[in-house]
């Protein structure tokens, strides 16, 4: 299978300067393109028969348009606009296939990368010594950690923050894995990353969290610095670095659950959630970001193929945290502060997170979920039997009694403390 690996470089002034230019010129060309793509958008909405073009014809163009009154274009390599026009036309292809937004201009000094390719890919140029790649019309690189392949038929530079990547594709073989690995159900949470129903549990970094002061007075001290001058490019370079740092310490976190995901069980489920229906909640929306979810799915994606595993997405509507995973005949309204699940039924206790992993866990196409009932009871000493009892308005106290097979409660609910 084919799987990816980026490594820091380590380039001399010269050739910071050359990966700056090429990442320019691709801006430039990709830019372009979509200005003339977003033209003829708008020539077809009254003539259909124009035609939209295609990688090919913008690349045309831009041969004979462009390269011409800009002979800074032939400073770089060849593939280095071509590639950003392909990726541009794929950008709308998605558009159209309604899988990502409508591509936007590029900003100068964001999201910085390129393309290099050379020879083909039974015979590819981009050699590397081990300590050293040698670019096309770049040079001899240094590199802060071996590559896995000897050669590579293409590649992409990138930068984060002030250092630049270099990211290639390679063919790795399979690993052997155990013959009987459980499977496992996993249980995204808020307050922690992942619980899962072997009971075991892993902590959220919350590196923004943690760093938000940080963050807060490098974000204050670069909106104080004069436009343009050095110093604020200074503090734009240190507040860019800390991102780099957040986002480090999230990626290593979530990259040692999926690997142990993968790595040691057969079958993997875990929440089809939609993120963006998280985000809207603003209480929820900086904890969820925190976590990364949508790079928590994607390294699922490709790991368990490595490791010849089984990603399962348990349907977006299944009540994980209302059914009691013990009898799983019981369900009742999970608030989100509350913390543990009590079943009326059975008797069942348990932490809330771990509870919904084992449904996870258990879930199949066509399961029995069973309604919702009123009847809970509830650990914080609050009885949620009545629907939408937070009624500012209401301001009596009130008195209910929760009867259990297992247990009698009286409990008392206060409203009025909660207006
Ligand atoms: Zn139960």
Redesign the pocket.
């Known amino acids: 299978m084919l799987l990816s690996i980026k490594v820091e470089l380590i380039p001399n002034n010269k050739q910071i300067s050359a990966f700056k230019k090429a990442s320019g010129i691709a801006r430039h060309a990709y830019n372009w393109a979509n200005a003339i793509f977003k033209d003829t958008l708008q020539l077809r909405s009254t003539d259909k028969s124009i035609k939209l073009p295609s990688s090919i014809d913008l690349h045309k163009r831009l041969v004979a348009e462009v390269k011409t009154v800009n002979p800074w274009y032939y400073q770089t390599n060849k593939n280095v606009p071509q590639k950003a026009i392909k990726d541009l036309r794929t950008a709308w292809d998605r558009f159209f296939k309604k899988l990502a937004q409508q591509p936007r201009f590029k900003k100068k000094g964001k999201f910085d990368s390129f393309y290099l390719e050379s020879g083909s890919k039974t015979k590819p140029k981009i050699k590397s010594d081990g300590k050293r790649i040698k670019l096309p019309s770049i040079g001899w690189v240094r590199l802060t950690e071996e590559l896995p392949v000897k050669a590579t038929h293409n590649c992409v530079i990138s930068r984060t923050a002030d250092k630049w990547f270099i990211a290639i594709k390679y063919e790795v073989e399979k690993p052997i894995v155990e013959a009987d690995r459980p499977s496992i159900g996993v249980d995204i949470g808020i307050k922690e990353l992942a619980v899962c129903s072997n009971g075991k549990v892993f902590k959220n970094p919350k590196a923004y969290r943690r760093m938000s002061k940080r963050l807060k007075h490098l974000q204050r001290r670069l909106s104080k610095k004069k436009l343009c001058s050095n110093n604020r490019k200074k503090a734009v370079s240190r507040l860019a670095k800390l991102h780099a740092h957040i986002a480090n310490i999230r990626k290593d976190a979530i990259h040692k659950l999926t690997t142990y995901l993968a790595k040691n069980h057969s079958i993997i489920k875990i929440e089809d959630l939609s993120i963006k229906a998280f985000l809207r909640n603003h209480r929820l929306a900086g904890a969820i970001a925190d976590c990364g979810m949508h790079d928590f799915k994607r390294q699922l994606e490709y790991k368990t193929e490595k490791f010849s595993s089984k990603l399962i997405l348990v349907e977006r509507m299944f009540p994980s945290s209302q059914i009691?995973s013990?009898?799983g005949?019981?369900r009742h309204k999970m608030p989100l502060k509350e913390r543990i699940f009590i079943?009326p039924?059975?008797g069942?206790t348990e932490d809330r997170d771990l509870n919904a992993s084992k449904n996870i866990e258990r879930w199949f196409e066509g399961i029995y979920i069973p309604i919702r009932s009123d009847q809970t009871v509830s650990s914080t000493g609050i009885a949620c039997g009545v629907d939408k009892p937070f009624n500012r308005q209401i301001k009596a106290t009130l008195k209910q009694e929760v009867n259990t097979k297992t247990n009698y409660v009286q409990l008392c609910l206060d409203l009025g403390s909660f207006g």
């Open positions: 009691c013990n009898c005949n019981h079943c039924e059975c069942h």
